[in-house]
Nanobody, 127 residues
């Protein structure tokens, strides 16, 4: 699976962005998708994930209510909607994929649990 993340940019605090993760190579519906972010000088952290069917979503507590992950399997694309943006949301955002298995669903927060990664898209939030 090849992943291409896009949609990043510069936005003012309080604004919104929608990130996209486009997949090619294999049917996306077989894969759980996670979004991670890495701020300057910090470790990569889990943000959100969605199961292959899209029926179940997972979020890091700090982004609940502001972030929404959705997927359109017919388009082989997963989206991350980010609302009420804060300067702390500034980071490179990565999408990642792994087969949607029981093991993945138990460890979706761990970056080591993903076999495929996109190149990242930079999000900068100004205060």
């Amino acid at each position: 699976v090849q992943l291409q993340a896009s949609g990043g940019g510069l936005v003012q605090a309080g604004g919104s962005l929608r990130l996209s993760c486009a997949a090619s190579g294999r049917a996306l519906s077989k894969y759980g998708i996670g979004w991670f972010r890495q701020a300057p000088g910090k470790e990569r952290e889990f943000v959100a994930a969605v199961t292959g069917s899209g029926r179940t979503t997972y979020y890091e507590d700090s982004v609940k209510g502001r972030f929404a992950i959705t997927r359109e399997n017919a388009e082989n694309t997963v989206y991350l909607q980010i609302n009420s943006m804060k300067p702390d949301d500034t980071a490179v955002y990565y999408c990642a994929a792994n087969l949607d298995t029981i093991d993945w669903r138990a460890r979706y927060r761990r970056s080591s649990n993903y076999d495929y990664w996109g190149q990242g898209t930079l999000v900068t939030v100004s205060s």
